[in-house]
Structures are given as C-alpha cells and as structure tokens.
C-alpha cells in the first residue's frame, strides 16, 4: 500500500513538471513571436530612415537641391562601402532639342571594391560639379525588394526651361 501510494506521488509529481514545461513552451513561443515583430518593425524603420536620406529629394528640385543630394550620395557610399545594396545606382538624363538622351549610369561597386567604390564617389562628384542651380532637376527612385532604393534618376531639361523662359516673355 505505501508503495502504491508512493507511484502515485511520483506520477503526480511527473504529470506537474510535465505541464510546467508546456507551460513554460507556450509562454516562450508566444514571446518569440512578438519579439520576432518588434524585429520586424525596427528592420522597417531603419529602412525608412535610410531612404528619408534621399526621398525628400522627389519630383521638380533645384540645382542646389540635387547637388545636396549628391554630396549625400558620395558620403553615403563612403558609409557603407561595404554593403552594396545600400549604395543606390545612379542615372543622369540630358535632353537636348532634337537628340535623342544621354544616358550616364553609375553603378556602385559590388563587395565594397577600392576602385569600385571609388569609380563610382568620382563619377557622383563629376556629375555634382556639372549641376547648374538655375536649372530645375527631376528626380525619381525605384527601391529594391526590402525597401530601400535602388535607383535614382536625375532629370535635366535645360533646353525645355529655356523654351519655358522664351515662351514667357513673349506673352
């Protein structure tokens, strides 16, 4: 009788821990979810706080404008050289009455290669020293599959702001 008595204490006592650990499983599972979310959420704010670098810079701008915004693309690269997939491409369109556009991507540099990388600051710098500010840019973006942008257009109309200005004045 004690003996029996004794397995029953001995089965409660296994059944008890056995229901503390699922316990103990529910609770944590149900906490990893969350953190995995607050995860998820913080992964997204970064990535809009990356593009908040760039996205005020959307639609008509001003030559100082898109010059800023270069200056900000050069340190970018500098920042992250070696993340690619931070470092957007660039493309530069001039149109010209009657020709057909001049396209000048600049890649940035895959792995975070030296000369890459720094091809790709020098062809950003030459193409800020060429921004005029009396000229009006537009800019478009696409962004990559995370969110963050992968391409940055840069449009530039000086033949169309001239015809603008001419039209005008002779109204």
């Given at each position: 009788?004690?003996?029996?008595?004794?397995?029953?204490?001995?089965?409660?006592?296994?059944?008890?821990?056995?229901?503390?650990?699922?316990?103990?499983?529910?609770?944590?599972?149900?906490?990893?979810?969350?953190?995995?979310?607050?995860?998820?959420?913080?992964?997204?704010?970064?990535?809009?706080?990356?593009?908040?670098?760039?996205?005020?810079?959307?639609?008509?701008?001003?030559?100082?404008n898109v010059s800023n915004m270069l200056t900000r693309l050069i340190a970018n690269a500098n920042t992250y050289a070696d993340e690619p997939t931070k470092i957007p491409c660039v493309q530069v369109d001039q149109i010209n009455a009657g020709k057909t556009s001049v396209?000048?991507?600049?890649?940035?540099?895959?792995?975070?290669?030296?000369?890459?990388?720094?091809?790709?600051?020098?062809?950003?710098?030459?193409?800020?020293?060429?921004?005029?500010?009396?000229?009006?840019?537009?800019?478009?973006?696409?962004?990559?599959?995370?969110?963050?942008?992968?391409?940055?257009?840069?449009?530039?109309?000086?033949?169309?702001?001239?015809?603008?200005?001419?039209?005008?004045?002779?109204?």
């Amino acid at each position: 009788m004690e003996n029996a008595s004794k397995a029953l204490i001995i089965a409660g006592a296994i059944l008890l821990s056995i229901l503390i650990i699922a316990i103990g499983m529910a609770i944590y599972s149900s906490s990893q979810s969350a953190i995995n979310d607050s995860l998820t959420d913080f992964s997204t704010q970064q990535v809009e706080g990356f593009n908040s670098n760039f996205t005020s810079y959307i639609g008509k701008s001003t030559g100082s404008n898109v010059s800023n915004m270069l200056t900000r693309l050069i340190a970018n690269a500098n920042t992250y050289a070696d993340e690619p997939t931070k470092i957007p491409c660039v493309q530069v369109d001039q149109i010209n009455a009657g020709k057909t556009s001049v396209k000048t991507p600049v890649e940035p540099a895959t792995g975070g290669a030296e000369k890459g990388q720094q091809d790709y600051i020098d062809a950003l710098t030459a193409m800020k020293n060429k921004v005029e500010n009396k000229h009006t840019y537009y800019i478009t973006m696409s962004y990559q599959a995370n969110g963050l942008i992968d391409y940055i257009s840069i449009g530039y109309e000086k033949e169309m702001a001239n015809s603008e200005t001419a039209h005008r004045k002779t109204k």
